[in-house]
């Protein structure tokens, strides 16, 4: 990804680079059943799950990093859902993103009706109309759902109600709808790209892919445009290397167990090597020495990593000596 600019550097009025205050709320957090979610093509059968965990609410605004007094603000101004709380405010994945990623543009300048129209091109549902459809992106569908064990039939059985509309309708009638900010995140963790938006100084805004660049020329004068890039990966990754958010992450399915194993082990320093392979010519290992010491910058990379799912395959030797090897594709243990 390009360098990118920023526009609108002005002092937000409402006070968004506050420090959030302190709050203590009562009741331990409910335990789920922790389930892997690697997303990858073998995985989609788990996708609904996924569907169902962003929307659970788990989160205090105090874990959002934003005071009561200032969600009660952005409350008003609809920067935030205008729901009455009985309560301690819960938020859901896709809220606490979206928090997030409104105090970083507030801290910008962004103005707060700019912040506003913004929230709403992102939580907006979209339609799986057949117009969305192209023969391109029927395509790519097909090319995925081949990669999983659904039979033959079944794909043709897909790609024919989307055609037709009958898919968009079917979802109705099980109450599934999905938005743009939800689209992003499937597409940071599955397709594993960066995904963003691009913002720009006349309104317009323009949901960011990698691919992007390879759809020929209007890819690349985007990003020569002056513009400001609000990154979803970037805060998924900053969710996921929060340490005091290691008990949401199998929650959240946003690693498989495989990662979540070499996360814990790293933090832990309980291993001997880890090896992360990116291709043919590139990988990082990370050592543990006698005493425990470890390269604390190499751990951070190898992590962030891990949350992007931007290798090829990891292998992590214990201190007992097992070992434990995976790739995006294939897992075993050794």
């Known amino acids: 990804m390009q360098k990118m600019h920023t526009e609108h550097i002005t002092q937000p009025a409402d006070g968004a680079t506050a420090q959030p205050a302190e709050m203590t709320e009562e009741g331990a957090e409910s335990t789920t059943e922790p389930f892997g979610l690697g997303l990858d ?39 935030a859902p205008a729901t009455e709380e009985q309560g301690w ?72 109600l989307a055609k037709s509309g009958q898919l968009d309708e079917l979802l109705g009638q099980f109450g599934v709808s999905f938005t743009l900010l939800e689209a992003m995140v499937y597409g940071a963790l599955y397709r594993k790209q960066e995904a963003g938006l691009l913002l720009f100084a006349s309104g317009e805004q323009v949901p960011w892919l990698d691919e992007m660049l390879g759809m020929g020329p209007e890819g690349q004068r985007l990003l020569e445009r002056t513009h400001v890039f609000l990154s979803v990966t970037e805060h998924l990754a900053e969710f996921i290397l929060d340490e005091e958010k290691a008990d949401y992450i199998p929650r959240l399915s946003l690693l498989s167990e495989e990662e979540l194993q070499v996360v814990r082990a790293v933090r832990n320093k309980s291993f001997r090597q880890v090896t992360v392979t990116f291709g043919e010519k590139r990988q990082i290992t990370l050592r543990t020495t006698s005493d425990g010491m470890l390269d604390e910058a190499l751990s951070k990379e190898l992590i962030e990593t891990l949350a992007l799912k931007n290798y090829q395959s990891v292998e992590l030797e214990n201190r007992g000596g097992s070992k434990l090897r995976f790739t995006k594709e294939h897992r075993r243990r050794i």
């Open 41 to 79: 093509a073998q995985d989609l059968q788990q996708l609904p799950r996924l569907y169902q965990k962003l929307r659970e609410p788990l989160f205090s605004l105090r874990q959002a990093g934003i005071a009561s007094k200032l969600y009660v603000d952005w409350k008003k101004a609809g920067l």
């Open 89 to 160: 405010t819960r938020l859901s994945f896709l809220e606490y993103l979206w928090l997030r990623m409104a105090r970083e543009l507030r801290e910008l300048g962004l103005p707060l009706a700019r912040a506003k129209a913004l929230r709403e091109y992102l939580f907006h549902e979209f339609r799986l109309t057949p117009e969305v459809f192209t023969p391109q992106l029927l395509e790519r569908v097909e090319a995925e759902l081949r990669k999983t064990a659904m039979p033959l039939a079944q794909v043709a059985e897909v790609l024919a």
